[in-house]
């Protein structure tokens, strides 16, 4: 059995607040871990099960949290599958060894950007960072060249973050692969020091944009597709991405790997197949408005197309270092 790494101190806190799940020998049911959220992903899971006369036990919680608590579970965990809102918190698993490679012909659905070099998880949605701006306040010319000019005075109390959420949290890991460490640090420090208001989720970042409580917020780019196409043209909220490959504008993936310990891997393999599946990619594409990443799927046709958001220079697999990117922030005081 693989060695337990100790939890860190904060993220321990917060797996007392997941509750627990019943994991199953039986080839019939799977036990899948999601980071996802139950409101986006509950209706995915039903229409396996019609599908695949194969129940689905579900146990919700955040990414990181989920990814922390497998990686003490090692061989032990109840999880056939993990289903992660971001790139990072896989790399993390399969750097323990705890992912089984998936075949290719699951791998070979996704462009290998959004998918494992080694094989062990793949990409099943995709979605951008953004600086999202209330347009009402917000001239054009005052958006930043970069996410790191949002130190600057001008922006001080005006940017919201949310320090616990898994894409912020590879975003931030994202940002030490491009501009180093030393300067991650410094920019965390600075964005603290400027006022950066704190929030627990996107969602709320957005709504306070909305409200005119905040001008500008660092989010996935769905939160405001999602409220566009429900309040109409007239609402306040705009998607920004940062140009020429600056890291504001990540493009990561929401994603799934096989559990190196499960007794049901036919049945996981057969899942993750399915979130790469035609029904299962328009519902990415229509219902929380990600871009799809099996080819032959439209993205909502409001978005800027994938192909046309310049990305930073990023190997999704090196967003591996969760732990790395925790201690960072408390060590900053921003987490």
């Known amino acids: 059995m693989r060695t337990k790494k100790p939890l860190l101190a904060a993220i321990a806190a917060g797996l007392l607040l997941i509750p627990a799940a019943c994991g199953s020998d039986d080839s019939d049911t799977l036990t899948v871990y999601s980071g996802r959220d139950e409101e986006l992903v509950a209706s995915l899971f039903e229409d396996f099960t019609d599908s695949s006369d194969i129940e689905v036990e579900v146990r919700y919680g955040e990414t990181p949290e989920l990814a922390t608590t ?39 659905e996704v462009p290998s950007a959004f998918r494992s ?11 951008a960072r953004i600086v999202a701006y209330n347009r009402d306040a917000v001239a054009e010319a005052d958006l930043p060249a ?18 616990g959420n898994a894409s912020f949290q ?46 500008y917020g660092l989010i996935n780019h769905y939160y405001v597709a999602e409220a566009q196409a429900e309040e109409g043209p007239d609402y306040p909220v705009a998607i920004y991405e940062p ?3 600056d ?20 049945s996981a393999e057969e899942f993750v197949a399915f979130l790469l ?50 201690d960072m922030l408390q060590r900053t005081g921003v987490l």
Do not use: H
Request: aromatic share 6%.
């Open 70 to 108: 497998i990686a003490e579970e090692g061989d032990a965990s109840p999880a056939d599958v993990f289903f992660s809102q971001d790139a990072g918190a896989l790399g993390l698993l399969q750097k323990e060894e705890l992912l089984a490679e998936l075949p290719s012909d699951v791998l070979d």
């Open 117 to 127: 070099a080694q094989g062990e998880w793949v990409g099943v949605s995709a979605r």
């Open 146 to 163: 970069s996410v790191l000019d949002l130190t600057d005075e001008k922006y001080r109390g005006e940017v919201g973050w949310a320090p």
């Open 170 to 215: 590879s975003f931030v890991t994202g940002l030490r692969r491009v501009e180093g460490e030393q300067a991650t640090e410094r920019w965390l420090r600075d964005m603290k020091g400027n006022d950066t208001q704190v929030y627990e989720e996107n969602s709320a970042i957005r709504d306070a944009i909305a409200s005119g409580e905040l001008d």
């Open 243 to 245: 140009p020429n490959g």
């Open 247 to 266: 890291v504001g504008a990540l493009v990561n993936v929401a994603g799934a790997g096989v559990l190196e310990s499960s007794d049901s891997k036919d």
């Open 277 to 326: 599946s035609r029904q299962a990619q328009e519902y990415f594409a229509e219902q929380t408005k990600e871009y799809p990443l099996r080819d032959g799927i439209a993205a909502d046709g409001d978005l800027v197309p994938l192909a046309e958001i310049e990305q930073p220079d990023v190997d999704l697999s090196d967003l591996d270092d969760l732990r790395g990117t925790v």
